[in-house]
């Protein structure tokens, strides 16, 4: 066995026995997500590398503690890619571990699927300090209950996760990006219709980066696939609406900075009067526009409506994401602030199945302490 595991099992073992609550950290480019950051520090960078890369297979195998950049510039060798891809915030220190704990994924993740679309196996340290594994290097791979894929934003709560097999794509052949002026509504009305059609549709934001009347409203609209049919989507959407098709030198960037939250959308405010948190409404594609005083960002693929407004606003948004059947959460609280049910509260029925799972796995509760919900 490998020494750094080694010791890693040994520390969970020894905390364990001693009732010791454990942080568990990558990069720590995600320590601003979820709520209390509480334990002794156990750092899995020392267990990095590329274990296995088959890339006529499809498959890479990875240590959690291996960079996200070290592995997205491996699989860019071979004309490869994480397709769900995965934030960095603009941060290169973020992790494999990290990126299936936190099980986020950018603004492709409508039309490709997310984090937990691509892991096909993973292998586990649980609070027993006993190594596990889930899953395997296969497509089809799983019979019963994929624990693999329940390990997907997580958390780290309830285990330390050691290697990872992802399921990895080619590079698109072509790849084109347009924008239109509409406002929200018909923006929204227009990607439903575009929706429906066979298009290579990948990616698309709504926003409006400034407040000030009269700043314009734009739709950007991602196409990408085979040259052909990128080529004749751009043909026959800038036919039905009054746009233009972006240099990918320029696209390109902006989708990078939409992916890390790093647009001008994403700086916060400077007049609000009261602390302001960046809210996440995660609600059905086919979701209207939303009767909220705050400006918006809409990822229609993903079904994700972003606004900074005041931390005093949760119930309200809550309930205007649970009226068309979605959920509100605080994404980056103000100021760092910690413990603010940043996550909306579980059904009772559901929150029996998470105590369950984590009696289970970590049943001395040393994993990431109320990280996702205080006493869980």
């Not at 009067?273 to 939303?290: C, D, Y």
């Not at 205007?320 to 579980?346: C, E, T, Y």
Request: net charge negative; proline share 7%; glycine share 12%.
């Amino acid at each position: 066995m490998d020494t750094a595991l080694q010791h890693l099992i040994e520390h969970i073992q020894t905390a364990a026995a001693q009732r010791t609550p454990l942080r568990i950290r990558g990069g720590g480019s995600k320590d601003f997500y979820g709520e209390t950051l509480q334990g002794e520090l156990l750092d899995t960078t020392s267990y990095r590398g590329i274990v296995s890369y088959e890339p006529s297979e499809l498959v890479v195998t990875v240590r959690a503690g291996t960079p996200l950049a070290e592995l997205e510039a491996a699989l860019a060798e071979k004309g490869q890619c994480l397709a769900f891809e995965p934030p960095r915030f603009g941060d290169l220190s973020g992790t494999c571990g990290g990126m299936v704990a936190a099980g986020l994924s950018g603004p492709a993740r409508g039309s490709v699927g997310g984090v937990r679309d691509y892991v096909l196996g993973l292998q586990l340290i649980n609070g027993r300090g006993e190594h596990l594994t889930f899953g395997g290097q296969v497509m089809k791979n799983v019979a019963g209950y994929d624990l693999s894929r329940l390990m997907v934003g997580a958390m780290g709560t309830l285990g330390l996760l050691a290697e990872i097999s992802l399921k990895v794509l080619p590079v698109a052949p072509a790849e084109a990006t347009l924008v239109f002026g509409l406002d929200q509504a018909n923006a929204l009305a227009q990607l439903h219709r575009w929706g429906g059609q066979p298009l290579p549709l990948n990616a698309s934001c709504w926003v409006r980066d400034e407040t000030a009347a009269g700043a314009p409203e734009l739709l950007f609209v991602r196409l990408r696939g085979a040259v052909a049919a990128v080529d004749s989507a751009c043909t026959k959407m800038l036919s039905e609406l009054p746009g233009k098709r972006m240099d990918n030198a320029q696209a390109g960037p902006d989708w990078t900075a939409c992916r890390d939250l790093k647009l001008p959308f994403f700086t916060a405010p400077a007049d609000a009067t009261e602390p302001t948190a960046l809210w996440r409404l995660s609600v059905p594609q086919t979701a209207p526009v939303l009767d909220l005083p705050w400006p918006q960002l809409v990822e229609w693929h993903g079904g994700q409506r972003w606004l900074w407004a005041p931390e005093s606003a949760l119930a309200q948004l809550r309930q205007a994401a649970a009226a068309v059947g979605g959920s509100a959460s605080m994404f980056i609280a103000p100021g760092g602030s910690r413990g603010q049910n940043r996550f909306s509260p579980l059904t009772p029925a559901v929150e029996q199945i998470h105590r369950r799972l984590k009696a289970e796995f970590d049943p001395t509760g040393i994993f990431n302490p109320g990280r996702m919900y205080a006493d869980i």
